[in-house]
């Protein structure tokens, strides 16, 4: 069975977690340090706050903002859910904006549509690896006096205007799950250029400690903590953060290659008529940590139908990028008219994509997907 993605990992990191571990030291330490500063210089990112997942980022990027009860949260629909569950996490109200549909992006015209008085923050998402358009989507949250924060969770390596996608971010959150490009198991990062707000960040995953476990051993002598807001419990272990730090000097050749594939699947794909394929925007590039395809309008099956079929010929796909307004968790949850959002939720399918993949693997996807569609056209 083709798998959707296989995350690349090697000798390299097994070799760096088992140092770790003969260290002593494998909870937060100096390994976590290290890995957020190398993020943070790749990130363009003045500071990097490593955390438990990218979830959890968000959950203290919102919490530092103030947001809670009484409170929106604009937040795409389009997205993982994580996104929208974040703002109710802080007791706020997520608000769905509608997507641009070539790249399933909020842009200032969806958001601005559903920005109210009581919206205390936006959430823009680079969905899948696809950057928004960060000075557009800045410049509308600047005009209504919203808080932007991005959640980066699939844009590791991704660019905008020629420089790294949320380098100007106030906030970022950043997933390292094993889907992702840059993967530490689970993990995350949030980036940013205040070093006043990185500071609490800092103090918030750790409990709301005044000083850290691993700064009370660094300096020799007996400090005792206090606890001066409640926190949570969002660290990263010493282990997770070896790991990274190897993931990242792969970082670069592992997009090249990515690429290198998906200008490959443009090419196979773009035989089928009316089959429409995730892009670069005019304004950046994506990492492609999804190939996502959008079916003809003509096919007469349904996302599912592909995706069985696919499953048949040995491979597997995904369905496209949920819509969290029609989950379950969010049945009764006011939702305004989405109608791109439902359009390419129900009629896109994410095809497999990873750094290891060879071109008679890739020629058996597209073989797949193209019998799928036939089926049924």
Known sequence: MIPVIKPFLGEEEALAAAEVVRSGWVAQGPRVAAFEQAFAESAGAGHGVAVSNCTTGLHLALHMLGVGPADEVVVPSFSFIATANAARYVGATPVFADVDPLTGNVTSETLDAVIT????????????????????????????????????????????????????????????????????????????????????????????????????????????????????????????????????????DVIAKRRELAERYHKLLGELDGVRCVADPEYGTTNYQSFWVVLPDDYAGTSVDVLTALQERGVSGRRGIMASHLEPAYAGAAAGDLPVTEHLTSRSVILPLYHQMTEAEQDTVVSAFTEALRGAL
């Open 117 to 252: 008085p009581r919206t205390t923050a936006v959430i823009a998402v680079h969905q899948g690896g696809t950057p928004f358009d960060v000075d557009d989507v800045q410049a509308l949250c600047d005009k209504r006096g919203v808080p932007l924060v991005h959640d980066s969770a699939c844009a590791a390596g991704s660019t905008y205007r020629g420089g790294p996608v949320s380098s100007g971010a106030a906030l970022a959150a950043w997933s390292f799950h094993p889907r992702k490009l840059l993967t530490t198991g689970e993990g995350g990062m949030v980036t940013t250029g205040n070093a006043e707000w990185a500071t609490r960040l800092r103090k918030l995953r750790e409990h709301g400690m005044s000083v850290s476990a691993a700064e009370r051993h660094a300096q020799g002598s007996v400090k005792l903590e206090s606890y001066e807001e409640v926190g949570f419990n969002f660290r990263m272990t010493d282990m997770q953060a070896a790991v990274g730090l190897i993931q990242l000097r792969k970082l670069p």
